[in-house]
């Protein structure tokens, strides 16, 4: 038996462009900017030889349906060959389906995990976790920015070395602020008049950041300007930007969800937020990207998620 446990960070992604015109995948993803997390999602994986190929998916050790985690898994397994029996559990730190790239972070950290429990490369997880991505329609870009740490830039889309990715390293503190309702990025991401209107939107702001270093009030201000010109807002959320840029603090939408990343919030601000009925969390600008590591044979360790305030 093979045992193997996985991080990767989240992300908030303040502006981005859809690239989905190139014939090679590995070149299709997202241009786009935003802050890499110190919080992610872990995956520890147990693989045993078998009879016949099973794959098992667990989420805080309860049975659950990963669809782009399952698909990036079955294409490592398929490339390792063999018959394997895997069980999978994936532990979100941050809540999924709320534009804090947990689809993507535990994606690619069950697929790191797979990876050193079956001696297959690095890089092969990271392509089977992009690929994944695309072909669910979990994300655009999403593995490419968590690869490392920092604010970071894609000046070229797709998965690196093909795509450029470009990072200033911080720890600046920030607060997330979501709403219970998710916005569930697949249906928006398969819809070509909204890639459109993100495309028309995001050009001409991505122009206006600089080679690095790029600091963290730098994608504050034009990720503010991204989340007015794309209107996704509703009313609550709406109304807590407009609060937040009152009371001084950088405030912009994370893409896509009911999600807003802060920096600056005194405490007047955060009890005000909590009344409206967001939870608030406290998070670092992260330092690194995925980490793996083996285990010794055992019991399936699980980690819980954070629970905002």
Known sequence: MMNAEGFAPGHVTGVFVPVVEPKDPLARGSLGAGLVLDKGAWATVKVRKADRP?????????????????????????????????????????????????????????????AQALNLTHASAVRAAHLAELECHGGLGGISAI???GVEVRR??????????????????????????????????????FLRRVREAG????????SPPVSVERL??????FTDALGLAPPLLRKAIDTCRESGALIAQAMLGHTL????????????????????VDVRVGSHGPQVRSLPSGPRQVRGTVRGA
């Open 54 to 114: 099973v794959l098992h998916m667990f989420k805080d050790g309860g049975p659950a349906r990963l669809p782009v985690t399952a698909h990036a898994l079955r294409s490592l397994l398929s490339s390792a060959g063999g018959k394997w029996s895997v069980e999978t559990d994936v532990s979100h730190e941050l809540p999924v389906a709320q534009g804090l790239g947990m689809s993507a972070a535990g994606t690619l950290a069950a697929s790191v995990a797979l």
């Open 203 to 210: 050009e001409d702001l991505l122009g206006e950041l600089p």
């Open 220 to 225: 504050f201000q034009v990720s503010s300007r």
């Open 261 to 280: 990343f802060i920096r600056g919030a005194d405490r007047e601000l955060r009890q005000w937020l909590v009344q409206k009925g967001f939870r608030v």
């Open 147 to 149: 690869l490392g740490g």
């Open 156 to 193: 070229k889309a797709g998965l690196p070395p093909l795509g450029i990715v470009e990072r200033t390293r911080s720890s600046t503190p920030l607060l997330i602020a979501f709403l219970a309702r998710p916005l569930p990025s697949p249906p928006l991401l398969s819809n070509p008049a």
